[in-house]
Every structure is written in structure tokens, then in C-alpha cells.
């Protein structure tokens, strides 16, 4: 599919194109925003690889008329993602009547917002040598500011929240695959992710739990050239006091949450365990609570965000 670089959607344009019978059939919309420098780019390739018909830099009220040009393609545009980003006039208060209008329509649409630390997205500027949008005659770092202000709310409200700080850019296509490549039902989809708290908590998580209550196997040295997927360091991490108690309560919890957010109409929910390095006991864990959450009929995925740095 092509990706159209400042596509403009005419009054001409509708007027030309044929209705179908019956009317705009509702098409699947996909809304890629977020912070300047987060992979907005390598996100649309990758929707555009997966079938996506991908449109860059849309002004958010021109959304529903491109939902409405899609429906009427009998069948040949069935999924549409869109490019919007923070330079738009009026940009949030735009996008949420846009996103009220695509959904009374009966379009079914998600918001993938793209993130990264503050850090990250200074050293990306500095390394394309390109400024920020909102830099203005200040820094970069003012800019990074003034955006983050700006889509606050659209982040809180947005379906996938993805952290770009430590992915490269097939690991970012992996994850844009992962959440809209298949096709899905609206329930809720899960990823428990493991972490180390000594490379910063995952921006991108909904619920954060700490398990550096127990004894760290990097102590032992038989397991520290080891991981959590290992069945010694499993074994180890499982045989102190509490853990059992602790991974088989907190896949209760969850199980209890899981139909409050359905209710809500959130349909991902990213879970983060967190050890000191995330490489022994957060990754036990998580394997082993994403085990218990699928033997409850929960859809999940499991994660290691930080397995692989030390």
C-alpha cells in the first residue's frame, strides 16, 4: 500500500468516488501518534507491511472523511492507519471530536501512542540534526516539553502505549505486529513484561509490581551466568518464602481487573514485574504468572524488556 506523505482529502476527491450500495461500509482505523521522535515513521512502515492503508500527517478532522472514503471502496480499503502528530492546529480537542465521530459511525478505531524517555528523544534529535517542532529559538529539551504537556491526555487515553527508549526499529515493527497485525476480537490482550528497575520503570506500563523482596540469585554463583527462563534459577527464585504466594495472588488480582478494563474498553493492558537487573527473579516471574493468567482464560503475551543487557 502506498504511503502518502502529506495526503489532502478534497470535497473533489469524495465527490468522485463511488458509493457503495447501502452506503460507507464501517473500516477498521488505526490513529499512530505520540511523542516527535518515538518512531511514528518505522511505526507507519510497519502497519503499511502488515496491509494497512497508511496516510501521513492528517489533520485529525479530516479522519472521518477518510473513514468515509474507505468505506465506500467495496471492500478493497478495509484498514486504515493514520499519521497525526502534535503540529496539527487545535490537535487534542480536534482528535477526540474526530475519534467521537469515527466511533458513532461504527468505524472500530485505536490509538497506538509512541513514546520515549526524555533522554532518548534528545539524543535522536541531536543525532538527525533536526530540531524540534515546538523547540521555537529554545532548547530541544523545551520542546520535548511542551509537547509532552500537550498530549497528556491523549497518551492516558490512548489503547497501546509503546516505550521506543530501548527498542531498535525492528523490535519496534515487532511490536506494532504484535498489537495490529493479526486479526483480533475486542477483549483484552495482556503482556506481562519483566524489567530491571536499575534501567528506569517501563513508561508504557499500566500496573507496576516489585518483586526484589526476594533473595537476588546473582549472589549465587552458580546461577548469575544464568537467567529466569533457566530451571535452576526458577527453581531458586520459586523455593523462598512468599514467592508462590506472590505470583499466584497477584494472577488472582489480575483476573479480578481484567473484566473492569473490557468493561472500560481498554483492550491492552501491559503488566511490569521488576527486579534489580531484570534478569533472574522478574523474568521467573513473569513467566510463571503468564502461565497462570492463560491457564485462567486470559489472553497474554510475556515480554523481557531488559533480559540480554548486562
Not at 477498521?28 to 516527535?36: P, Q
Not at 528523544?121 to 533536526?130: A, G, K
Not at 479480578?256 to 478494563?261: D, F, H, L, S
Request: proline share 5%.
Amino acid at each position: 500500500m502506498p504511503h502518502d506523505e502529506g495526503t489532502h482529502v478534497t470535497d473533489e476527491a469524495t465527490a468522485a468516488e463511488p458509493a457503495a450500495a447501502g452506503g460507507p461500509r464501517p473500516v477498521e482505523m488505526a490513529l499512530v501518534t505520540g511523542m516527535s521522535g518515538a518512531g511514528r515513521s518505522t511505526a507507519a512502515h510497519a502497519l503499511e507491511d502488515l496491509g494497512w492503508y497508511v496516510v501521513d500527517n492528517l489533520p485529525p478532522s479530516l479522519l472521518p472523511r477518510l473513514a468515509d472514503l474507505g468505506g465506500r471502496t467495496s471492500g478493497e480499503v478495509e484498514r486504515i492507519a493514520a499519521v497525526v502528530d502534535v503540529r496539527s492546529l487545535a490537535f487534542t480537542a480536534d482528535l477526540r471530536a474526530a475519534v467521537e465521530d469515527l466511533h458513532a459511525h461504527g468505524s472500530r478505531t485505536r490509538t497506538l501512542f509512541l513514546d520515549a524517555t526524555d533522554d532518548v528523544l534528545v539524543r535522536r534529535f541531536e543525532s538527525n540534526r533536526r530540531p524540534h517542532p515546538l523547540q521555537g529559538i529554545g532548547r530541544i529539551l523545551d520542546g520535548i516539553s511542551a509537547e509532552r504537556r500537550i498530549l497528556e491526555e491523549l497518551r492516558a487515553a490512548a489503547d497501546v502505549v509503546l516505550d521506543t527508549s530501548t527498542l531498535n526499529v525492528h523490535q519496534l515493527a515487532d511490536a506494532v505486529a504484535r498489537h495490529f497485525g493479526a486479526e483480533d476480537g475486542r477483549g483484552l490482550h495482556v503482556t506481562v513484561m519483566s524489567f530491571g528497575y536499575k534501567y528506569g520503570l517501563p513508561v508504557d506500563a499500566d500496573l507496576v509490581a516489585d518483586c526484589r523482596f526476594l533473595p537476588n540469585p546473582h549472589w549465587v554463583p552458580e546461577l548469575r551466568p544464568q537467567t529466569g527462563r533457566d530451571a535452576p534459577v526458577r527453581d531458586y527464585v520459586f523455593a523462598q518464602p512468599g514467592a508462590e504466594e506472590f505470583v499466584t495472588g497477584y494472577a488472582q488480582l489480575l483476573q479480578v481487573i481484567a473484566p473492569g478494563y473490557e468493561r472500560e474498553g481498554k483492550h491492552y493492558a501491559t503488566v511490569a514485574i521488576g527486579c534489580t537487573g531484570g534478569k533472574h527473579r522478574s523474568v521467573a516471574m513473569s513467566e510463571r504468572l503468564t502461565g497462570l493468567l492463560r491457564e485462567r482464560g486470559l489472553d497474554v503475551s510475556v515480554a523481557h524488556r531488559d533480559l540480554g543487557r548486562e
